[in-house]
Structure formats: structure tokens, C-alpha cells
């Protein structure tokens, strides 16, 4: 089924209707939203958690949405936002500092059976893990995803200039790795 | 030395070294329609026309021999009880007396 936007958000205000335009944008975005997820994330059964939480938040939202922004755009931010809730919620619960977080975010990746990177994916991980959560997205949004800054903006809510900025701080942060270890 | 670290960078695979489970995204899609309460109906467009007219045509198929059926049966009830009817309104007198009477030449 190939619905335009304004037909989506025109079946969103269709109580009779919204279930069905729902399903259209989980199975339409759900692969690259799983990614997005799975990038901050790591192990696939937290993306899986976190991508569940996400679309169940648009869905809860769904009557409200009335296509101010891309539909795509608007489930970005929803899943950006659940990302960070949920590394903020696990980095809480531990108690430990961001740099434990993020060591054990990598022990779980060493560990997860759907990772199967080689030597230097791994180590191209670490090296992203060394990057605040924040700049970590604008960098695996860009080099992952080659999303346009435009696109990333909308999202995150963040100027062009700032978001070219991080990246390129990001990039020199990640070949310092690279060059000391 | 750092040029090559620039190059190792952007020559590095941007493929993500992640797999998911087999069929994850068909059950993920079909776990959050079932959270939702939606069920998917059979679309109407999915029967196309011959597939109408195949089912017309079988339906009468089975009409007709159901129609056949019945008024074979009735016919040969009726034809049953006419016997019995003209049976009873002889006595066994007259009935053995006609078995057993010579054919008239």
C-alpha cells in the first residue's frame, strides 16, 4: 500500500482508520529506526525494547499528530528520545558513570550473539563509544546513514553549523583513537 | 601518518557488523499490530471476478443435484404408497382368489 503523507495523517484523524495507517509506518519504518536504535544501543534486545517503547509512544500520540513535521522526522525524534531516556534510565539504575556505562554497553556487544563485526568494526565501536551520547548520534546519523544536516536539524533540533561542528569534532576524536591505541 | 588514519577512516566498511534474529522485522510488525488491536481483513481485491463466478457456478452445481435428489426420492414414495393405497382397499380373500385364478383367454 503506497499512501502518501497527507493520506496517512488523514487516516491518523479516522479513529476507524488509524490502526491501519499505524501499521503502515511500523512496517514502512521500522528497519531503519531499529538502526538508528541499535547504533546508541548496541545489544539487539535493548534496540528491540527501545524500538517497542517508541513506536508505542507514536501510536499513544498518533491522534495528536497533525503532519507539522515529516511523519519519518517525528518517529526520528520519538526514537532519539527514548535512546537517550533509556541509557540515561540504565546508567541510573547502575549507578555508575557514563564511562561505565558505555564499557559495559561494549562487553555486551562483545557478547551479543548478533554481533559479527571484524577486529576493526570492533574497534571502530570503542572508539564511538569514547564520543558523548549526543555527538555520538550526529556522528553515526552521518557516517552510517549519510542523512543530510537538514534532515538531522529537524530531528534534533540542533543548527546545521552546530551539527557540521560536532561531526568534524567527532571525526578527529575517533582517528586520535585509532592513532593512540 | 595521520592522512593515513584520515584515509583509514573513510575506507573503513560503513556496513553495520549487527545482525538481527531471522524474521524479526515480520514479528516485530505483527507483535505491535497485536498490541494495537489491529486486524488485518482479507482485502476484497484479493477475489477477483472468475473466482465469483467459479463460486456461482459450483453453488448452483450443488442446488441442482440437492433439487435432483430430493424429487427422485419423492417420486418413488409417491409411487409406494399408490401401491399400498390400492393394496388395502382389496381383502386377502379377493386377493388370493385373484392370484390363483386361471388368466382369463
Redesign the interface.
Known sequence: MNLTEEELVHQFSQPNRR??A??VI??TY??RL??HI??MV?S?EDA?DV??NT??KA?NGLEGFRGDSQVSTWLYRIATNETLTFLTNKRMRSQSSIDEVEEGLLQNLKA?N?????E???K??QAILTLPEKQRLVFNMK??DDMTYEKMEAILGTSVGALKASYHYA?KK??KY??EE | MKNNKNILIEEMSKELPFTVPENYFDQFALQIEEQIGFKKSISRKVFKPWMYMAAMFIGVLIMGQVFYTVNKNNTTRNAENYETYVLSQVDENSLADYYVSEPAN
Do not use: C, P
Open positions: 490502526a491501519g499505524f501499521s511500523v512496517r521500522q528497519e531499529y538502526w541499535r547504533k548496541l539487539h528491540n524500538l517497542q513506536f508505542m501510536w551479543d548478533y554481533f559479527n563485526g571484524t576493526i568494526q570492533l571502530l565501536q557516517y552510517f571525526v575517533i582517528e585509532f592513532e
